[in-house]
């Protein structure tokens, strides 16, 4: 059983930044599309964005673009979100997940999921 580790979450202001963390296991990280899902209160699941860790090319959805990045840490077998400019419409459950299919994240659908964490944005 592949378990994707998640640090980070918590509540921020608008306009605020915060930090997510996600581990894989190292004999599979190098070989992973890695990325999150995140789930609005109310609302459909919707693909935040992801990088292909053999390519180093990333991915994002179109309603984070610009003010979310994904870099992948090769040294700690982890990848991170970094959201910056924050709004109230990105409250929501954030899950990383993972899959050796990089479209397949485009998809909606990964093999391994991390636990989720829950991001709240005040107003």
């Known amino acids: 059983q592949v378990q994707l580790v998640e640090s980070g979450g918590g509540s921020v202001q608008t306009g605020g930044s915060l930090r997510l963390s996600c581990t894989a296991p190292?004999?599979?990280?190098?070989?992973?599309?890695m990325g999150w899902f995140r789930q609005p209160p109310g609302k459909e699941r919707e693909l935040v964005g992801a990088?292909?860790?053999?390519?180093?090319?990333?991915f994002y959805g179109h309603s984070v673009k610009g003010r979310f990045t994904i870099s992948p840490d090769n040294a700690k077998n982890a990848v991170y979100l970094q959201m910056d400019t924050v709004k109230p419409e990105d409250t929501a459950i954030y899950s990383c997940?993972?899959?050796?299919?990089?479209?397949?994240?485009?998809?909606?659908?990964?093999?391994?999921w991390g636990q989720g964490t829950q991001v709240t944005v005040s107003s």
């Open positions: 997940v993972a899959d050796r299919s990089c479209p397949k994240l485009g998809l909606g659908k990964a093999d391994y």
């Open positions: 190292r004999s599979i990280y190098n070989s992973l599309c």
């Open positions: 990088v292909s860790i053999p390519a180093n090319s990333t």
